[in-house]
Nanobody
Framework: QVQLVEFGGGSVQAGGSLTLSCAAAGFEYSPTCMAWFRQAPGKEREGIAVIRSDAGSTWYADSVNGRFTISRDNAKNLVYLQMNSLKPEDTAMYYC??????????????????WGQGTQVTVSS
């Protein structure tokens, strides 16, 4: 059974750091693309970071570029999101997603087939 499980969320003060992890299980092959999305109350779910399995190429949303870092360990089927210099506007439910996209990894929600249940990140001012 394919499953993505996120962990590492929590509460932190502005300026602090958190690292999220996502464990992928049940895939016969490592997904080509792994991504982190987030959804704040009343807002659409947005893609914030994407990483491709082979070359490790990455993409970041402008809102997190320079503060967040996505990485993956294909051998352990883990994906990480290191979040630094957190701001109150980073408060959201964070989701891990996966697909087997053949080209440049997309950032659109509709392009991802598998999702985790989410982990909450709360940043207080």
């Amino acid at each position: 059974q394919v499953q993505l499980v996120e962990f590492g969320g929590g509460s932190v003060q502005a300026g602090g750091s958190l690292t999220l992890s996502c464990a992928a299980a049940g895939f016969e092959y490592s997904p080509t693309c792994m991504a982190w999305f987030r959804q704040a109350p009343g807002k659409e779910r947005e893609g914030i970071a994407v990483i491709r399995s082979d070359a490790g190429s990455t993409w970041y949303a402008d809102s997190v570029n320079g503060r967040f870092t996505i990485s993956r360990d294909n051998a352990k089927n883990l994906v990480y999101l290191q979040m630094n210099s957190l701001k109150p506007e980073d408060t959201a439910m964070y989701y891990c997603a996966a697909n087997f996209w053949p080209g440049v990894c997309p950032s659109q929600r509709s392009r991802y087939n598998w999702w985790g249940q989410g982990t909450q990140v709360t940043v207080s001012s």
